[in-house]
């Protein structure tokens, strides 16, 4: 017995020591599989952010494409060059606190906005050395700009003139980094923005101040006496770059945030193959349990120990049982005793119950006397309450009556009020409407009283004046008789000269005004142009004159050349324009319609099931298009949740629904189904006979699902060692 009981405790502690190492390895597979769950949610995780930094980088590169002048692009002058000490333009280190000032800043940076900021003259030195740039570029250096910015007491002056919530230094409404603050003050520390154009007169040509000042809708006061403004061509780019930046910061976070998911989608790269491991060492360690249960349970030891064990109860049992059994008997023994005693004391306990039992009944007697009188009186009242109840409902009955009447009447008078008040409204509109017109027909006679009486003392005034007027026309007509003869005379020295004259110099002649000629004045100019001229020829060699007026030509030509070209390229970027949205459009008919045909086909071929082509970018479909399915309308996140044969019918819906966009006569086949189940086989093969009627498909098949749907089939087998091919036709309606 005792080697039963020491085999049966090792097989128990073997038990309790694969029970816990069962429920280690369970733990980690249910943690591995949490994980893995994770690992899911980031690939989704993962997949938008790509599509957020997809749509930020072609809006950036929208923006830089459409806005190429703010952004400097060159070719580094040597390798290894520092790119940190160009900075670029002056429009990208700053940005305005409020841009309700936009107008005002950009209007007085003007042109260096563009301007390039480098480290020093070096850096541009290099740069300019290297590149060829199409047009002018202009560098700041920081290390040999100087600047400087209003003097505090200047502007102090300024804000008492102006009032310090209407006048503003410049370099207090931007901000930008320490190390531009040269190249900041250089462009902006020399000026005032005004809110208001008469605030900014005050403060510029004010003795004590004498600065640039700037108002808000770009009109700019200059301390020489200038003024700059009305249509301001000046184009606003800070808001549009400050939204630039935004977009870039964003970029830079979305990319921070696909780093960190790539990262941890790489550490957990194995993860599948873990939880697949756990799953198969729990599945091992599962059944190890079982085969050391069942060996417990059906080994020797074990049935000896628990038969002894079962012996023990039964005799725990007997042995509580019985002293049970000798409580009882003690306790019936007291009872029997208790039992004799009242046995021979029953007759004087009997005579007592039977005096108290006669003592209770008249006492019973007499409350049921007292309480048949009460219930009489109480019988009355309650038929009197009946009687009042029954006359107070019928009153009340009368009184709701009544109360509907009243209402029935409110709502007639409220009715009647209600159309009274429309008909006084109306009325008083039409009074309203007469008394307009008898103000404005008042006020039109008025007017025309005393424009009749004006109009007397204009017609006295002009016969007055008429009598003048004929006296001048005489005097006036004499003159100009005068006047032709001498102009006749002119007119034939002009002929004299005109013949003189040379082609180019008709054209200059013709282009000078004559309205206020003074003979005198030109007389002595000629006279003044002929002695530089002597002068000149002195030193002025004739032919390179002729040369010079050869490039003015050659000038001149050229710039009508640029117009033709740039005519032409707004053309072509017209043309390109047009196909583009052409092009679009045909993108988007041709998605529409492979849409429809994708979820028939997938439907055919996987019945019960939904596919469709959702656009990444809903505003352009050229950003591309995903695939989505969906089981019983359950849509999946991702085609990796789906099996190897449903990839392979999504792919094959997908290309058949594109060749239905712009379908052939024929096709052919080879081996699609070779991943697929029969019933698939067969969907596929009911599919092209529903779906394209008017084309030929040449199929190539191992299964019969697919030999059931062919008009024709061609089967090749060996035949004493070489093949030969059988035709059948299929008839079928």
Known sequence: MKEAQKAYDTQMAQLAAKEKEFEKVEKEYLKANEELSNYNDLRSSRDGL????????????????????????????????????????????????????????????????????????????????TNKFPNRINFIPLGKIKSDSLPPNIVSVAKQIGGADNVFPAMSLIKYEKKYTKAIQWVFGQAFICTTKEIAEKVCFDSRVNKHCFTLDGEHFNPSGSLTGGANTQRVILQALANHNQIILELQEEKSKFAQVDNSLAAMAGLSDKVEQLRERKITVQEQLDKIRSNVDLGQPHQQVTEVNNIKQQLADLEKNLAEGKINVKQLQTKIKELELKIKNAGSILKQQLSDAEKTRNNILAKLKNNKAE?????????????????????????????????????????????????????????????????????????????????????????????????????????????????????????????????????????????????????????????RYNQLSANVDPGKLNNFHKHIQEYKRL??????????????????????????????????????????????VLPGAQACLRQVNLNDITAGLEIRVA?????????????????????????????????????????????????????????????????????????????????????????????????TTCNRS
Request: charged content about 30%; glycine content about 2%; hydrophobic content about 35%.
């Open 50 to 129: 790509i599509r957020g930094i997809r749509d930020l980088s072609s809006k950036i590169e929208s923006f830089e494409s459409n806005n190429p002048v703010l952004f400097f692009r060159y070719n580094d002058p040597y390798p290894n060059f520092d790119r940190r000490k160009v900075h670029g333009r002056v429009c990208r280190l700053f940005s305005p606190i409020d841009f309700r000032f936009e107008l005002a800043l950009t209007t007085l940076a003007g042109g260096k906005l563009y301007y390039i900021v480098v480290e020093d003259d070096t850096v541009s030195k290099d740069i300019l050395e």
């Open 375 to 531: 219930f009489v009186k109480k019988q009355n009242n309650y038929y009197k309450l009946n009687l009042e109840i029954k006359d107070l409902t019928d009153h009340i009955q009368e009184e709701e009556n009544q109360l509907a009447e009243l209402h029935t009447e409110k709502s007639r008078f409220e009715k009647e009020l209600i159309t009274l008040i429309a008909e006084f409204d109306e009325a008083n509109n039409i009074y309203m409407k007469v008394f307009n017109e008898y103000e404005c027909q008042k006020q039109e006679v008025l007017k025309k009283t005393s424009g009749y009486e004006d109009l007397q003392e204009e017609h006295k005034s002009a016969v007055r004046d008429a009598e003048l007027i004929k006296v001048d026309l005489l005097e006036l007509d004499a003159e100009l008789k005068k006047k032709k003869r001498e102009l006749d005379a002119v007119q034939k020295i002009f002929d004299k000269h005109d013949e003189k004259m040379s082609d180019d110099q008709k054209q200059i002649a013709m282009k000078m005004d004559y309205t206020n000629f003074n003979s005198i004045e030109c007389t002595q100019s000629v006279n003044d142009l002929q002695n």
């Open 631 to 727: 089981f019983n309308e359950l849509w999946k996140d991702s085609l990796d949740e789906l099996s190897g044969g449903q990839r392979s019918l999504v792919a094959l819906s997908l290309v058949l629904a594109m060749l239905l966009f712009n379908p052939v006569p024929l096709y052919i086949l080879d081996e699609v189904d070779a991943a697929l189940d029969l019933s698939h086989t067969q969907n596929i093969g009911k599919m092209l006979k529903q779906h394209f009627k008017q084309s030929q498909f040449i199929v190539v098949s191992l299964k019969d699902g697919m030999f059931s749907n062919a008009n024709v089939l061609f089967r090749t087998k060996f035949v004493d060692g070489s093949s030969a091919v059988t035709r």
């Open 559 to 604: 710039l009508k050349k640029l117009d033709t070209i740039v005519k032409d390229k707004n053309k072509i970027n017209e043309i390109i324009e047009e196909l583009e949205m052409k092009k679009r459009q045909h993108l988007q008919k041709a998605s529409d319609r492979v849409n429809i045909e994708f979820g028939k086909i997938f439907n055919s």
